[in-house]
């Protein structure tokens, strides 16, 4: 081959190509003229190309930098499931941060975007705070023209029923249909003024609200714009502005950065690049957006690039000298507006550009700032999808955060700049029954469900009405007049008030509905909004709630959805006939209804008892159902309320329920069964969709706690306060996991705005815990006294059981044993019996340290006959197991088996849940413990300990390390297994905080025992290191005076069990 | 030690008058740039960006040249060279990972390692290395091309820049070129 000949192969291959597939041979055999070589040199060579699309595509170095094949295969293919609900379509391609792929949300039936992260970046902590601020501020971004980010978690991947790929870090957004403005331009050229202008409009109004939220795009061009279209003809195409991924905010320079996070490498394309952005990467502003901007804007109008290449070359030195070919050169005819207002854009010192993306527009539309403004948010309205945030009056918000937050200031402060997400709190005042027709009373339940269903409106809860009425010094029971509702509105901070009222005669109904916007005074109304929705009467009355009744009630809320912001998309999405996620039947709905006000009075068993009624008048009630189960577990009757729960949730009654209602039963449930992945998908859900409902973020929370993701669990928290800040039940969860965490400031911080918020005896508990673990026990033991005072009996109660800890951890356990046993006394109404035995397991639990295993186990067995909730299961058999390790007699043992017998009673046999599992695990651990097989117990232990969340203590399991030491072979075994349980001890004795963080989830001397057992099995194994000087001392802190002197005397409990020759010594340890 | 930046603009003007000698003076400037700028790459914690070599290269332009160059030929002999010199290395490094013997003069080793490929790939590195020899010796033009994009990661549309050629014509040779090494390395 020379070069000549290379040549000539090069044009015919060249030319062959041009042509269609089947022709290419002959064309080939003819151009070759008889040279049977050159024609094989071109095959082979066509052949060759066919092979060789993806060769030597990805750079050498590009390759292998990222280390990792990942780059190269997406991690997931069609038809893989993640999380059990997005099934993969395809992919969409990848970026810096991973592949994208577009999936079916086969909860919902629609399709959204699915971003995976690289592994590489995920298994790093600090690219991984990235992440979750970057979906924090891109939520914060709700517009019809960015598109929306709507969640990021962890999450298991599966291929068909056996394979599990793995687990996933992954991004859920909008999945946008359409085509990049790149490729349009690509496509037909350049845009008509009137189409560029309605761009250019859209995306100014999206970027606006991200810098408005403090967010740089840093990324924008027309491969980053999508044009959906409409549905409707005349309509223009909506612009989403995508990939916020190299987003961030303002950069925290590095003084005082609370992150240490440094500035990823050089981000977004060149060719879009604004100078600055091009000479370093940390001093971005908003300008370096409204540059891109501009070019979009030449590119859109002339078709064309300003700056030709991609290539870094030309590009920097025309944008420094100012250089701009002028658009006009390539559209004659365009406006000077368009030139100016590009021009403005493109200047090469930041200073000297347009400031804001409204100026630009001012420009271009040759308006001034107030027109503009309107403009652009008519812009989002009109595109189809609205979020209009303007119901949140985010100064307030403001207000609220910073003047109780103090020096979480800086922080909090950023945050609550942050445009609010949607979310308006309305107040459906009870309908008026004009029609004479009892059974319409109960309308408001139907139109309560169906505004439930929003994803914009969040309903005021009974709770908060009751609490307006109580400052208004009205009773609970008052009538709702309009005066009366609307100040109840103006004191909860209500933006709408909903009256309605239904009229008719003959076969003719009407819904009457009147929104109204309140504003400074009770007898006025700043807005109103009014509208009637009619239907027929069927001639005779039935059971069943006519359809044309629940159609109109739908057609309502429909309305007051709409009103309220609510796109029609995302009404469509959840919008079930009121029948349908109640019931239908008019008795049912009536004794649902009647079991609701009993409960508002405080009557729970009496709206228990009337929920069952309803059930049996409606068998597939599922909302029933779950308000049973709610009571029942506040009742204290888990496994009644585990029934009921599974009834809810049972495939058939299940579709019965709201999404949002669905999710919380699932969630709740999955807690109260132990389980906590479950329990966060579940949460998950609810706020993928109901963002701006707190409770969703707030008890979403726990489980992540207990999955041992505090960061994201506090995350939750703040997100939960920031959606509604007048709530206590997120500060105080905060509050908790702050203690737990070892932040004692932070959560002290909070004690202030716990009791601001209404909840005294709450920010006395804190308090409490906070001064014990601060060593300081004289205000402990106050704090916790003022508690015992509380008007509340439940308060009350926990005050003592406060106090048991508090003594228990002293080492005066005769002190606690009689603050339990004033629970005991004036428990005796049925209502308490849940308390009771609570109470008891804490009393067998200190008396199992006293060594009174008898009297121990009576009280035990009292509890679990009685009560199955998983603290008295638990708390239950780790006592059994301690007991059943000191030799016992045969008495004991027998004693010890029948308890277990009770407490298998409550074990599921059928659809076992996670907490069966466990339970299942440990009864057989603690049967092999009592026929002293360490081995078999062990195991059985391991089975359960893979189950159990990371965030529960594992101190018992040193149970099981100790009786398998003392049937160890030999010395070596004997200390590897003393040393396992000094390490289970150890984990507890270190930080008193994780006991004393919740200090009721643990029995009355808990982290005493623990740090004791650690401190002997140490002095045992002749350990001694800082970790054992700093328990120690810290005990000697904790014990009271007189448990001290005791100790010294040698007077301590650990002589009064009996002894057994050489068992003594693993005695002392219990 | 290191280059001030009167060196290497200096050097690209001669190498723009054709003086090929600089092009040797250049190599070793440049080539301790661009290994300073990978191990800060590689510290710094960029998520989602993996190293573009074309940004390093970048990087490494203006710190040499400082970014107020205006002489975009100077900018893409620079880019041109750069190429070269990453091809150098990886090829030597390739070769060191295959005859565990150190390369001459490249001291390719003290780049960091994480960023180069694995001893696994040096074969094939090294095969390619010789063919696209053999390729620039049929059309040096699309050897180049071969360098620019494989080797220093450039996109159709830089390569064009640095060759003075339009994108299409990039196109056009990049894919003859490598259904030519294709074929020549699959047999």
Same mark, same amino acid.
């Given at each position: 081959?020379t070069p000549d000949?290379?040549?000539?192969?090069n044009e015919?291959f060249?030319a062959?190509?041009?042509?269609p597939?089947a022709?290419?041979?002959?064309?080939?055999?003819?151009?070759s003229g008889?040279?049977?070589?050159?024609?094989?040199d071109?095959?082979s060579l066509l052949?060759?190309d066919?092979?060789?699309?993806?060769?030597?595509?990805i750079p050498l170095?590009?390759y292998?930098?990222?280390e990792n094949?990942?780059?190269?295969t997406?991690?997931l293919?069609?038809g893989?499931i993640?999380?059990r609900?997005?099934?993969i379509?395809?992919?969409?391609?990848s970026?810096?941060?991973?592949?994208?792929f577009?999936?079916v949300d086969?909860?919902?039936?629609?399709?959204?975007?699915?971003?995976?992260i690289?592994?590489?970046?995920?298994a790093?902590p600090?690219?991984?705070?990235?992440?979750r601020r970057?979906v924090?501020?891109a939520r914060?971004i709700t517009?019809?023209?960015v598109c929306?980010?709507y969640e990021?978690?962890?999450g298991w991947a599966s291929?068909?029923?056996?394979e599990?790929?793995?687990?996933l870090y992954?991004l859920?957004m909008?999945?946008?249909?359409?085509e990049?403005?790149?490729a349009r331009?690509?496509?037909?050229g350049k845009?008509?003024?009137?189409?560029a202008r309605e761009?250019?409009v859209?995306?100014?109004?999206?970027l606006?609200s991200?810098h408005?939220?403090?967010?740089?795009?840093?990324?924008i061009?027309?491969g980053?714009?999508?044009l959906?279209?409409a549905?409707e003809?005349d309509r223009?195409?909506r612009?989403?502005?995508?990939?916020?991924?190299?987003?961030?905010r303002?950069?925290?320079?590095?003084?005082?950065?609370?992150s240490?996070?440094?500035?990823a490498?050089?981000?977004g394309?060149?060719?879009y690049?604004?100078?600055?952005?091009?000479?370093?990467?940390?001093r971005?502003s908003?300008?370096?957006?409204?540059?891109?901007?501009g070019l979009v804007?030449?590119?859109?109008?002339t078709g064309?690039?300003?700056?030709p290449?991609?290539?870094?070359?030309?590009?920097?030195?025309?944008?420094?000298?100012?250089a701009i070919?002028?658009?006009r050169?390539f559209?004659?005819?365009?406006?000077?507006?368009?030139?100016?207002?590009?021009?403005?854009c493109?200047r090469?010192?930041?200073s000297d550009?347009f400031?804001?993306?409204?100026?630009v527009?001012e420009?271009l539309e040759g308006r001034?700032a107030?027109?503009?403004?309107?403009l652009?948010q008519?812009?989002e309205?009109?595109s189809g999808?609205?979020?209009r945030?303007?119901?949140?009056?985010a100064g307030v918000?403001?207000l609220c955060i910073?003047?109780?937050?103090?020096?979480?200031?800086r922080?909090?402060?950023?945050e609550?700049n942050?445009t609010?997400a949607?979310?308006?709190?309305?107040?459906?005042t009870?309908?008026r029954?004009?029609t004479?027709?009892?059974?319409?009373d109960n309308l408001?339940?139907l139109f309560?469900?169906?505004l439930s269903?929003s994803?914009?409106?969040?309903?005021?809860?009974?709770?908060?009405?009751?609490?307006a009425?109580?400052?208004?010094?009205?009773p609970p029971?008052?009538v709702?007049?309009a005066?009366?509702?609307?100040e109840?509105?103006?004191?909860?901070?209500?933006h709408?008030?909903v009256?309605?009222?239904?009229?008719?005669s003959g076969?003719?109904?009407?819904?009457n509905i009147?929104?109204?916007?309140p504003g400074?005074?009770p007898?006025r109304s700043e807005?109103?909004?009014?509208n009637t929705?009619?239907?027929?009467?069927?001639?005779a009355p039935?059971?069943?709630i006519p359809?044309?009744?629940?159609?109109a009630v739908r057609n309502?809320?429909?309305?007051v959805r709409s009103?309220?912001?609510?796109s029609?998309?995302?009404?469509a999405?959840?919008n079930?006939l009121p029948?349908?996620i109640?019931?239908a039947n008019w008795?049912?709905?009536?004794?649902?209804?009647?079991?609701?006000?009993l409960d508002?009075?405080g009557d729970?068993?009496?709206?228990?008892?009337?929920?069952?009624?309803?059930?049996?008048?409606?068998?597939s009630?599922?909302?029933? *159902? #779950?308000r049973m =189960?709610?009571?029942? $577990?506040? &009742?204290?009757?888990?496994?009644d309320g585990f029934? %009921?729960?599974q009834?809810a949730?049972?495939?058939?009654l299940?579709?019965?329920?709201t999404r949002?209602?669905?999710?919380?039963?699932?969630g709740?449930?999955a807690?109260d069964?132990?389980?906590?992945s479950a329990a966060?998908?579940?949460?998950?859900?609810?706020?993928?969709f109901?963002g701006?409902? *707190? #409770?969703?973020? =707030?008890?979403?929370s $726990?489980? &992540?706690m207990?999955?041992?993701?505090?960061d994201? %669990?506090i995350?939750?928290l703040?997100?939960?306060m920031?959606m509604?800040?007048?709530?206590?039940?997120?500060?105080?969860?905060?509050a908790?996991?702050?203690?737990i965490?070892?932040r004692?400031?932070?959560?002290a911080l909070l004690i202030?705005?716990?009791r601001?918020?209404?909840?005294?005896t709450?920010?006395?508990a804190?308090q409490?815990q906070?001064?014990? &673990?601060r060593m300081?026990m004289?205000q402990a033991e106050q704090a916790f006294?003022q508690?015992t005072?509380?008007?509340?009996?439940?308060r009350?109660?926990e005050?003592?059981?406060?106090?048991?800890?508090?003594?228990?951890?002293?080492?005066?356990?005769?002190?606690?044993?009689a603050e339990?046993?004033i629970?005991l006394?004036?428990?005796?109404?049925?209502?308490n019996?849940?308390e009771l035995?609570?109470?008891r397991v804490d009393i067998a639990?200190?008396?199992?340290q006293?060594?009174?295993d008898?009297?121990?186990?009576?009280?035990?067995k009292?509890a679990v006959a009685s009560d199955?909730d998983l603290?008295?299961?638990?708390?239950?058999?780790d006592?059994l197991?301690?007991?059943?390790?000191?030799n016992?007699?045969p008495r004991?043992?027998?004693?010890?088996?029948s308890?277990?017998t009770?407490?298998?009673?409550?074990?599921h046999?059928?659809?076992?849940s996670v907490?069966?599992?466990?339970?299942?695990a440990?009864v057989?651990?603690?049967?092999a413990l009592?026929?002293?097989?360490?081995?078999k117990?062990?195991k059985?232990?391991?089975?359960?300990d893979?189950?159990?969340?990371?965030?529960?203590?594992?101190?018992s399991?040193?149970v099981f390390?100790?009786?398998?030491?003392?049937?160890?072979g030999?010395?070596r075994?004997?200390?590897r297994a003393t040393?396992?349980a000094?390490a289970a001890?150890?984990?507890?004795?270190d930080r008193p905080?994780?006991?004393?963080?919740?200090?009721?989830q643990?029995?009355?001397?808990y982290?005493?025992?623990?740090?004791k057992a650690?401190?002997?099995l140490a002095?045992?194994?002749?350990i001694?290191?800082a970790?054992?000087?700093?328990c120690k001392?810290r005990m000697?802190?904790?014990?009271s005076a007189?448990?001290?002197k005791?100790?010294e005397?040698g007077?301590?409990?650990f002589n009064?069990?009996p002894?057994r020759g050489?068992?003594?010594q693993w005695?002392?340890i219990? | 030690?290191s280059?001030?930046?009167g060196?290497v603009?200096?050097l690209?003007?001669?190498?723009?008058?054709?003086?090929?000698?600089a092009e040797?003076?250049?190599i070793p400037l440049?080539?301790?740039?661009?290994?300073?700028?990978?191990?800060?790459?590689?510290?710094r914690e960029?998520?989602?960006h993996?190293?573009q070599?074309?940004?390093l290269?970048?990087e490494?332009y203006?710190?040499?040249?400082?970014?107020?160059e205006?002489?975009w030929?100077?900018?893409?002999?620079f880019f041109?060279v750069s190429?070269?010199i990453?091809?150098?290395?990886?090829?030597?490094h390739?070769r060191?990972n295959?005859?565990?013997?150190r390369?001459d003069g490249w001291?390719?080793a003290?780049?960091?390692d994480?960023?180069?490929p694995?001893?696994?790939k040096?074969?094939e590195?090294?095969a390619l290395?010789?063919?696209?020899?053999?390729?620039?010796?049929l059309d040096?033009?699309?050897?180049k091309?071969?360098?620019?994009?494989?080797?220093?990661g450039?996109?159709e549309e830089?390569?064009g820049?640095?060759l003075?050629?339009s994108?299409r014509?990039?196109?056009?040779?990049w894919?003859?070129?490598?259904?030519?090494?294709?074929?020549e390395?699959?047999?």
């Amino acid at each position: 081959m020379t070069p000549d000949r290379w040549k000539t192969v090069n044009e015919i291959f060249h030319a062959a190509l041009e042509l269609p597939e089947a022709e290419r041979g002959g064309y080939v055999t003819a151009a070759s003229g008889g040279d049977r070589l050159l024609e094989q040199d071109v095959l082979s060579l066509l052949k060759a190309d066919s092979q060789a699309e993806d060769y030597l595509e990805i750079p050498l170095l590009g390759y292998e930098a990222s280390e990792n094949p990942y780059f190269l295969t997406p991690p997931l293919a069609a038809g893989d499931i993640l999380e059990r609900r997005f099934q993969i379509v395809r992919c969409l391609g990848s970026g810096g941060m991973g592949h994208v792929f577009e999936a079916v949300d086969t909860d919902l039936k629609m399709r959204v975007a699915v971003k995976v992260i690289r592994p590489e970046i995920a298994a790093n902590p600090v690219a991984l705070e990235y992440f979750r601020r970057e979906v924090r501020f891109a939520r914060t971004i709700t517009h019809t023209n960015v598109c929306r980010t709507y969640e990021f978690d962890k999450g298991w991947a599966s291929r068909g029923e056996e394979e599990t790929i793995g687990e996933l870090y992954f991004l859920t957004m909008e999945c946008i249909d359409g085509e990049t403005l790149a490729a349009r331009i690509q496509r037909e050229g350049k845009l008509t003024p009137t189409e560029a202008r309605e761009v250019a409009v859209q995306i100014a109004s999206g970027l606006n609200s991200a810098h408005a939220a403090g967010v740089i795009h840093r990324d924008i061009k027309p491969g980053n714009i999508m044009l959906v279209e409409a549905r409707e003809e005349d309509r223009p195409p909506r612009a989403v502005l995508m990939d916020f991924g190299l987003a961030r905010r303002d950069p925290i320079h590095a003084s005082g950065s609370d992150s240490g996070f440094s500035q990823a490498g050089m981000a977004g394309t060149f060719a879009y690049m604004a100078p600055e952005q091009m000479e370093s990467d940390n001093r971005v502003s908003p300008a370096a957006d409204i540059y891109a901007f501009g070019l979009v804007l030449y590119e859109m109008v002339t078709g064309r690039r300003a700056f030709p290449t991609d290539s870094l070359l030309n590009s920097v030195a025309q944008r420094l000298s100012g250089a701009i070919p002028s658009a006009r050169k390539f559209t004659p005819d365009l406006s000077e507006a368009w030139e100016r207002a590009i021009e403005g854009c493109l200047r090469p010192v930041a200073s000297d550009r347009f400031q804001s993306v409204e100026e630009v527009i001012e420009v271009l539309e040759g308006r001034g700032a107030a027109q503009v403004a309107t403009l652009l948010q008519k812009a989002e309205a009109r595109s189809g999808r609205h979020k209009r945030r303007i119901w949140i009056a985010a100064g307030v918000v403001c207000l609220c955060i910073v003047s109780l937050f103090g020096a979480w200031f800086r922080i909090i402060r950023q945050e609550a700049n942050a445009t609010v997400a949607s979310g308006s709190l309305v107040y459906l005042t009870p309908v008026r029954n004009q029609t004479g027709h009892k059974e319409l009373d109960n309308l408001t339940e139907l139109f309560r469900a169906s505004l439930s269903q929003s994803v914009q409106i969040n309903l005021l809860d009974q709770g908060r009405i009751g609490d307006a009425l109580q400052w208004m010094t009205k009773p609970p029971d008052t009538v709702i007049d309009a005066p009366t509702a609307r100040e109840i509105a103006m004191r909860t901070g209500a933006h709408r008030v909903v009256f309605a009222s239904v009229t008719g005669s003959g076969r003719m109904r009407q819904l009457n509905i009147d929104i109204e916007q309140p504003g400074d005074s009770p007898e006025r109304s700043e807005n109103q909004w009014r509208n009637t929705f009619s239907w027929q009467e069927a001639s005779a009355p039935s059971e069943t709630i006519p359809p044309e009744l629940l159609s109109a009630v739908r057609n309502a809320s429909e309305w007051v959805r709409s009103k309220a912001g609510e796109s029609k998309k995302d009404i469509a999405q959840f919008n079930s006939l009121p029948g349908d996620i109640t019931t239908a039947n008019w008795h049912a709905l009536e004794q649902f209804v009647y079991a609701t006000s009993l409960d508002m009075k405080g009557d729970a068993e009496g709206a228990r008892k009337e929920l069952s009624q309803a059930v049996q008048t409606d068998p597939s009630f599922a909302l029933a *159902y #779950a308000r049973m =189960a709610d009571i029942d $577990y506040e &009742l204290g009757h888990a496994s009644d309320g585990f029934a %009921a729960y599974q009834r809810a949730l049972d495939p058939g009654l299940s579709v019965r329920l709201t999404r949002r209602e669905r999710d919380r039963i699932l969630g709740m449930f999955a807690i109260d069964t132990m389980d906590f992945s479950a329990a966060n998908a579940a949460f998950r859900d609810y706020t993928s969709f109901y963002g701006s409902d *707190y #409770a969703g973020w =707030a008890y979403r929370s $726990y489980p &992540l706690m207990m999955l041992g993701r505090m960061d994201e %669990a506090i995350d939750a928290l703040h997100t939960a306060m920031q959606m509604d800040p007048n709530r206590h039940f997120a500060p105080e969860m905060l509050a908790r996991y702050l203690l737990i965490e070892g932040r004692y400031g932070d959560a002290a911080l909070l004690i202030g705005k716990i009791r601001a918020l209404g909840d005294g005896t709450f920010a006395d508990a804190i308090q409490g815990q906070l001064s014990f &673990l601060r060593m300081n026990m004289g205000q402990a033991e106050q704090a916790f006294a003022q508690i015992t005072n509380a008007s509340n009996r439940s308060r009350q109660a926990e005050g003592h059981a406060l106090l048991a800890r508090l003594w228990a951890e002293r080492g005066e356990y005769e002190k606690a044993l009689a603050e339990l046993s004033i629970n005991l006394e004036s428990n005796d109404t049925k209502s308490n019996l849940h308390e009771l035995a609570l109470r008891r397991v804490d009393i067998a639990y200190v008396d199992m340290q006293l060594g009174r295993d008898s009297e121990s186990l009576r009280n035990l067995k009292e509890a679990v006959a009685s009560d199955s909730d998983l603290y008295v299961l638990f708390n239950g058999i780790d006592i059994l197991d301690m007991i059943a390790t000191r030799n016992p007699k045969p008495r004991v043992r027998q004693e010890i088996k029948s308890i277990l017998t009770l407490l298998v009673r409550w074990i599921h046999k059928d659809e076992e849940s996670v907490a069966d599992t466990i339970l299942r695990a440990r009864v057989s651990a603690t049967k092999a413990l009592l026929l002293g097989n360490a081995v078999k117990a062990e195991k059985a232990f391991r089975e359960a300990d893979q189950l159990m969340a990371p965030a529960v203590p594992r101190t018992s399991f040193a149970v099981f390390h100790l009786a398998a030491a003392r049937q160890a072979g030999d010395v070596r075994q004997r200390d590897r297994a003393t040393s396992l349980a000094l390490a289970a001890y150890k984990v507890a004795a270190d930080r008193p905080e994780s006991i004393w963080g919740r200090p009721l989830q643990f029995p009355p001397g808990y982290y005493l025992a623990s740090a004791k057992a650690y401190l002997q099995l140490a002095k045992k194994l002749q350990i001694s290191d800082a970790s054992t000087k700093v328990c120690k001392e810290r005990m000697d802190k904790f014990l009271s005076a007189a448990a001290l002197k005791s100790r010294e005397r040698g007077e301590s409990q650990f002589n009064r069990s009996p002894s057994r020759g050489g068992e003594r010594q693993w005695q002392m340890i219990q | 030690m290191s280059a001030m930046p009167g060196d290497v603009t200096e050097l690209l003007q001669e190498l723009k008058r054709g003086n090929k000698a600089a092009e040797a003076k250049l190599i070793p400037l440049v080539y301790k740039e661009l290994r300073r700028i990978a191990a800060i790459y590689m510290r710094r914690e960029s998520p989602g960006h993996s190293l573009q070599p074309t940004a390093l290269v970048h990087e490494a332009y203006l710190r040499l040249t400082g970014i107020r160059e205006v002489d975009w030929q100077s900018r893409s002999h620079f880019f041109a060279v750069s190429a070269t010199i990453m091809r150098r290395i990886l090829v030597d490094h390739a070769r060191a990972n295959q005859t565990s013997k150190r390369g001459d003069g490249w001291d390719a080793a003290s780049l960091n390692d994480a960023i180069l490929p694995s001893p696994q790939k040096a074969p094939e590195i090294l095969a390619l290395d010789e063919a696209l020899d053999r390729l620039a010796l049929l059309d040096e033009r699309q050897a180049k091309i071969v360098e620019l994009r494989f080797f220093a990661g450039m996109s159709e549309e830089e390569a064009g820049s640095v060759l003075g050629i339009s994108s299409r014509t990039v196109k056009r040779d990049w894919r003859v070129a490598k259904a030519w090494l294709f074929k020549e390395l699959s047999c």
